[in-house]
């Protein structure tokens, strides 16, 4: 089953080949048929095709051999139409066997990057821990709706706090002649809002933190270290495909995971819990973490 695929990069790696013919007469003009796939090409210029009686100008096709030992090479088009099934199963199995090729070193890679990785991974563990407790202990100290309220508004993108305050007279004056409201239509005084404060690091609050760190960087990534090279040969065309998707989006997602923690860090601070308040949070339950925040100082980020 395993085979190596011969990178070809232009059209002169073909012609160099020792048994390569840029053109060869087929069955039934000749007894000569098709052999075996070899691996496929693309190229940046059309190549004409290998069979004599075709000759069509392509940019990808496969390399192949013939039933008498020669080489040339060929669309896909083309091969399924001279050649029929027996072609289009060997250029599924080569096609399959490469990209599975692919991905074991693709997979494979990552495991040998693994002492980076598990550096980096145990840094986000620990953010983890100590901003799971800080939100663990802001929970503690705020009415079983808060949360909820305070979530709503990071998913909004809402970090302005305001607050709606009566307007003075000249104000309301301005306000009635330039909206369809009376001083007397029963409607109450007008109100307008003023700016109380801005809350960072909301992104912290808004995104599935655990899934991000956890579920999709540290506990995975923990997997693979005990995983040997030969067990991800091993593993079947679905676990294997699965696994190299998701080594594709470990760097997207660790640089999501780090912004995350960033956030994190920027919304635990003590100036950043006490302006709570604001949205009614009680400032003598919230004091002893606001204290402790204060004397807290984050090892600067790289
Ligand atoms: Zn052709």
Partial sequence: MDQNFDV??????????PNFHSSLPFHPKAT??????????RFLEKIPCGIESCHTPHFAGYLITTSDGLETAIGSHCGKTHFGMTFTRERQRVDQAIARKRRIDAVTAMLNDMPRLLGLIEGLEKDYKDLQDKKQRLLGAVDAGFFPMLKARA????????????????????????????????KGWPTKSVHLANLDGLLFIKARFKDMLVVNLITPIRDLSKTRISEIEGMKPRQ????????????????????????????FTAENIEKLVHLGADRNTLSAMINDLQGEIYPATP
């Fill in 8 to 17: 070809i990069a232009i059209y002169e790696d073909l012609l160099a080949r």
């Fill in 32 to 41: 000569r048929r098709f052999g075996a796939v070899v691996t496929p090409y």
């Fill in 155 to 186: 998913d909004r993108g809402q970090s302005e706090i305001t607050k709606e305050v009566p307007m003075t007279k000249a104000e309301a004056d301005v306000f009635f002649e330039t909206s369809n409201r009376k001083a007397n239509d029963g």
């Fill in 240 to 267: 294997l495909a699965a696994m190299a998707k998701w080594v594709g989006e470990v760097p997207q997602g660790v640089l999501k995971a780090q912004a995350v923690v960033e956030a994190g860090r920027r919304f």
